[in-house]
């Protein structure tokens, strides 16, 4: 009975860092998503910037 308790115990461990884990990667990708489509702004928007500066020097 002991070494089941045992395993039973070990498998909530493994399945709460897998939980865990699985959280901590969806907000990872999640993070990496968001700064992605912040710097594509981000360029979009400075590089119409700076067509807007090249034709007021024109």
């Known amino acids: ?34 700064a992605g489509m912040t710097f594509c702004i981000g360029g979009y928007i400075s590089m119409i910037a700076f067509k807007d500066d090249s034709s007021q020097n024109k």
């Open 1 to 34: 009975m002991k070494k089941v308790g045992i395993g039973l115990l070990i498998g909530m461990i493994i399945t709460k860092v897998l939980n865990v884990s699985t959280i901590y990667v969806g907000y990872t990708i999640a993070t990496f998503i968001f």
